[in-house]
């Protein structure tokens, strides 16, 4: 009986452990998403371009910087899959640099970080082999979001 027990609280504290572990990394995306809408999400959008923002964002969340939908074989797409817009911001922040514990450590630097991350974004064309490609933030302002795909 007590093998059980010790088994038990040991496959607990295994499952514990692995489950906080996802539970940070979540913490990590959701503070990115929290940083997005912070820059770009009015709370009473008053411009065509603000409101179809936010209705785009409301609409897409996540799916803001990644993919959603299932690939060629008919499963879902990972959540690691980036769209364009999101391959570009990952190039500059690293969700690894974003943990509860480096958030809590210095809140403000955490924050100013990813407003820079995106503020970069912003000046970045869409498609960097086209010379008259829009700049995301060109896209951002009439309320477009990248396209729901891989880039």
């Given amino acids: 009986m007590k093998r059980i027990h010790s088994a038990l609280l040991i496959a607990v504290a295994v499952a514990i452990g692995l489950l906080s572990t996802g539970v940070r990394d979540a913490n990590a995306v959701s503070?990115?998403?929290k940083g997005f809408a912070a820059r770009y999400v009015k709370e009473k959008p008053s411009t065509d371009g603000?409101?179809?923002?936010?209705?785009?964002?409301a609409e897409r969340k996540c799916y803001t910087c990644h993919v959603k939908g299932k690939d060629e074989n008919g499963k879902k797409i990972s959540k690691k899959v980036h769209n364009a817009?999101?391959?570009?911001?990952?190039?500059?922040?690293?969700?690894?640099?974003?943990?509860?514990?480096k958030r809590a450590a210095d809140p403000d630097k955490a924050k100013a970080t990813v407003q820079a991350a995106l503020e970069k974004v912003e000046g970045m064309?869409?498609?960097?082999?086209k010379a008259d490609s829009p700049t995301w933030g060109d896209l951002l302002k009439k309320g477009k979001l990248a396209e729901n795909k891989k880039p």
């Fill in 31 to 33: 503070f990115f998403k």
């Fill in 50 to 57: 603000e409101k179809a923002l936010a209705a785009a964002y």
């Fill in 85 to 101: 817009y999101g391959v570009a911001l990952a190039k500059l922040i690293k969700k690894k640099d974003f943990t509860s514990e």
């Fill in 125 to 129: 064309k869409v498609d960097a082999s």
